[in-house]
Structures are given as C-alpha cells and as structure tokens.
C-alpha cells in the first residue's frame, strides 16, 4: 500500500509565514527548497483543499495537505515518511476517540519536524500509521523540553475542528511551572494577568523572544501562584493566547524565569538540572477535558492535594 498525505493545522505562532516556509519547517530540514517548490508548482500541497502559491501567506487554522516525505528521500529518489520496525515509539496515549488521540509528550520530543531535528511526535505517528487513511497529526504546539499534554487528530473531520477551536479561542490550556524565587506579583492563592506584546529578534534557528515590543503580537496569560518559598514558586497558568515561548518569556521578564529554562532564565540554567519544569497540565476543547499529572520527582513533586 502507498504512502499516506499529512494533514497539519497552522498554529497562531507560525502564522503570516511563506507557504514555502512552513512546508519546510514542517517536513524538517532534510527536505530541500527545491522539493518543496515543486510540490506547490504540481498542486500536490494544498490549502484548505486549494491550490496555494508558494509566497502566500498561512493563516492560523488553515489546514495544510503535505504529500509523503522521508527524510533524505527527496535526494535520493524515494518518497514516503520515516517508518519501520526500528522507529521510536509513541508517548504514551492519555485519551483516544472522537477524532482525536492526547499523549503525554515528554521533554525533549518537538511536537514537528524541523531545523536540527528530524525525530518528532509527528514523524512518529507517521511510522506508527502507514497504512491510515489519514495520517494522526498534532493540532498544536509544545516547546521540545515542555512536557504534558499533546492533542493529535486521527481523523480529516476533527483537525479542522480542533484546529478552529484553537483558532477562535475555545480551548482552556492550563500550565504549571516551578519559577525561580518566591512569588511577588499577587498572594498565593490570587490570580494575575500577564499582558505584553512579544516579538523575536536574532538569526533564524536562534530567534529569541523579548517582551515590552511595541511592534509585537499580544499575549495575554492569568498567573495563579499555589506554592511559594524563598527558592522557587510553584504557579498554574492558563494561555490565552498562544505565541512563541511566550510563558517563558512572560515569566523571565517579571524575575520569575521557569525553573531549568536555559534560554531565558540565568546563566547555567538548564545544564545538569532537572530540565525545563513548564507542563502542560490540562486542557478542554470540543466538550472533552483532560488532565496529566506532572512527571517531577523529589523536592519539586506537587504536593498531594494541592491541585
């Protein structure tokens, strides 16, 4: 049986890019220029089911079709995505019906394919299912070291809607993070909206986030702290927008960087620590709500009860 067409959503965060480029950053870097070009040219990518030129611009929700593709097949004259009996194997499955299956994404797994890394929770679920009519693809976003819940579409139907509801703002996304120092914004138990417009600045493949643009984009986050001691704090955060890094940066910009978070937090964060500690704790979207406890150990395991 032939190799299976992908259909992925695009993400508030990846919109406004060139059609050429989120192809790319989808599919990874081993796919070249090129090849992407003349999927557009041969209609084999399409934009909710239409033709789109390889310079227009995506639109978060629009639902993007992208033809088979293996790393290093386009070189070498094969075409199909990454599968076999040696492939990785999926996180582990929290919820699966109705059109959709939620894993638990561990640290270190990107959610897509891209620049320095082509392992990822959707070239997994390629190799996963080969033969599916339709291949599961993720309907959103999480950082490679956040951890927590991943909500994939297992079927044409619910990545449309799924990726509407992310679009019209119709899912609650709950996070919790260890941040550095004793909470100061509010009590504990008090919530806080975090509001800023954020933007990215430095080379492509190490863009870094700052807050306090006013060319930026919005983000808007409410901050609610559980836990706080001298050393760290323990705070849950409902998204309500969804940009790049934007928890982290959030946080780092008001002296509370998240715990293990080596690009925004102080230097040697992230090194020999207990990694980046921002999870996904829970979310509700199309009538279903779902919830993964967070996989810290030790001194920084939640206390039970307090959630």
Excluded at 11 to 27: M, N
Excluded at 55 to 63: E, H, L, S, T
Excluded at 115 to 130: C, I, K, Y
Excluded at 160 to 176: C, H, I, N, P, S
Aim: proline share 9%; with cysteine.
């Amino acid at each position: 049986m032939g190799e299976k067409v992908a259909l992925v959503g695009v993400e508030e965060s990846e919109a406004g890019r060139k059609l050429v480029d989120f192809i790319k950053r989808r599919a990874g870097k081993d796919l070249p220029t090129s090849a992407a070009m003349r999927w557009i040219r041969t209609g084999q990518v399409r934009v909710d089911g239409r033709r789109a030129g390889p310079y227009d611009r995506v639109v978060a929700g629009q639902i993007v079709r992208l033809p088979p593709f293996r790393p290093g097949g386009e070189r070498s004259g094969e075409n199909g995505m990454a599968r076999g009996l040696d492939a990785p194997p999926l996180p582990p499955v929290v919820f699966e019906g109705q059109g959709l299956m939620v894993l638990a994404k561990p640290a270190g797994l990107p959610a897509h394919p891209g620049t320095g890394h082509a392992d990822s929770v959707q070239t997994r679920l390629a190799a996963a299912f080969p033969d599916a009519a339709f291949v599961p693809a993720p309907v959103h976003r999480l950082d490679k070291d956040t951890t927590g819940l991943l909500v994939v579409a297992t079927t044409h139907h619910a990545a449309r809607e799924a990726a509407q509801a992310f679009r019209d703002g119709r899912v609650d996304k709950d996070y919790l993070a260890w941040v550095l120092g004793a909470w100061e914004l509010c009590p504990v138990g008090q919530t806080v909206p975090l509001r800023d417009r954020l933007a990215k600045t430095g080379p492509a493949g190490r863009e870094k986030v700052h807050a306090g643009q006013e060319a930026g984009r919005e983000a808007l986050a409410l901050a609610t702290p559980l836990l706080a001691t001298p050393e760290r704090s323990l705070v849950r955060l409902r998204l309500l927008t969804g940009k790049t890094h934007q928890l982290r940066v959030q946080l780092a910009s008001r002296n509370h960087p998240i715990l293990g978070d080596p690009k925004y937090g102080p230097p040697g964060q992230g090194h020999g620590g207990p990694g980046l500690c921002l999870h996904c704790w829970r979310m509700a979207l199309l009538g279903m709500s779902f919830e993964l406890p967070p996989p810290w150990s030790g001194e920084l395991a939640v206390p039970e009860g307090l959630l």
